[in-house]
C-alpha cells in the first residue's frame, strides 16, 4: 500500500467543503433535531432515548461518510485517473485497500463529533462504554466503505453522487436510523432488517443493552462486507482488463 497516495487522498477528502457541511454537520444538525424530539424517554431496550439517537445518527453519518466513498471512485475512472495509475509503481490491490481505508478514515471524525455533540447534551455513559461503542460502530463502518467503492465502480462520476444520496434516504429511514422503529408500523421493524444500516445501529447499542445481539449482528455485517467485496474484486480486474 502507498501510504503517500493515502495521505493525500484523505487531505482531500477532509478539505472538501462538502465534507464538513454534509458528512459531518448533517448527521450533527439531525441529531440534534431528534434529540430535541424524543427527549430522555426510555427505549424497549432500557437505554435513554437520547443515548439510542446520538448512535443511530452517529452510524448513519459513517456509513454515509464511508457510502460516499463511490463517488471519487467513479469520478477517477471517468477522468482517466484508473489508467494513469497504471503507469506508477501502484497495483490494482493497493489502490482498492486506499480507497477503503481513506473511507474509514472519513467516518471516524463523524463518530466523534456526534459523539461529543451528544457528550455537550447530557448524554450519559462510562468511559468503557463511550469507548465500546465508538469502536465498534467504526469497525461496522467496513461493509459500508466497501460497498461505496464497489458503487464507485460501476457508475459514472456525474451519477453516482445522486445515487448514493438517494440510496441514504432510505438506508437511514428504513434502516430504523432516523426514527426509533418502535415508533413506526411492525412491518417497518420487519423490514428493517434487510438493511445494513439497521445492523449497524445494533453493532452500536449491544455493548450498552446486553440484548445477546451482537453476534447476528457482527455476522450480517460481514455478509455484507464479503459480497461487496467479490463484486468489486471482479468489476475492477475487468476495468483494469479493459485499459
Not at 464479503?226 to 474484486?233: A, D, F, K, Y
Amino acid at each position: 500500500m502507498n501510504t503517500t497516495y493515502l495521505s493525500l487522498e484523505i487531505k482531500r477528502i477532509v478539505r472538501s467543503p462538502q465534507f464538513t457541511i454534509f458528512t459531518i454537520g448533517m448527521p450533527v444538525a439531525m441529531f440534534l433535531l431528534f434529540g430535541s424530539i424524543f427527549g430522555k424517554l426510555v427505549t424497549p431496550n432500557g437505554l435513554a432515548s437520547n443515548v439510542q439517537t446520538m448512535i443511530n445518527l452517529a452510524a448513519y453519518g459513517a456509513s454515509g461518510g464511508a457510502l460516499f466513498t463511490g463517488t471519487r471512485v467513479a469520478q477517477e475512472r471517468t477522468d482517466g485517473w484508473q489508467r494513469q495509475l497504471r503507469l506508477t509503481p501502484m497495483r490494482g490491490p493497493g489502490y482498492l485497500v486506499v480507497k477503503v481505508i481513506s473511507a474509514m478514515a472519513v467516518a471516524l471524525p463523524v463518530l466523534v463529533v456526534v459523539f461529543a455533540a451528544g457528550l455537550a447534551t447530557g448524554v450519559q455513559m462510562s468511559a468503557g462504554q463511550w469507548a465500546l461503542t465508538l469502536v465498534s460502530l467504526w469497525i461496522g463502518v467496513l461493509p459500508f466503505a466497501v460497498l461505496g467503492l464497489a458503487i464507485g465502480l460501476f457508475g459514472k462520476g456525474d451519477t453516482v453522487g445522486a445515487v448514493t444520496g438517494a440510496l441514504m434516504m432510505p438506508l437511514g429511514m428504513l434502516g430504523g436510523l432516523w426514527i426509533p422503529l418502535y415508533f413506526l408500523p411492525e412491518w417497518m421493524g420487519t423490514l428493517a432488517h434487510f438493511f445494513p444500516t439497521y445492523w449497524l445501529g445494533r453493532v452500536g447499542v449491544e455493548p450498552l443493552a446486553h440484548a445477546g445481539g451482537m453476534g447476528l449482528a457482527a455476522l450480517v455485517l460481514v455478509g455484507w462486507l464479503v459480497i461487496p467485496g467479490l463484486v468489486v474484486v471482479r468489476r475492477f480486474r475487468l476495468d483494469t482488463a479493459r485499459l
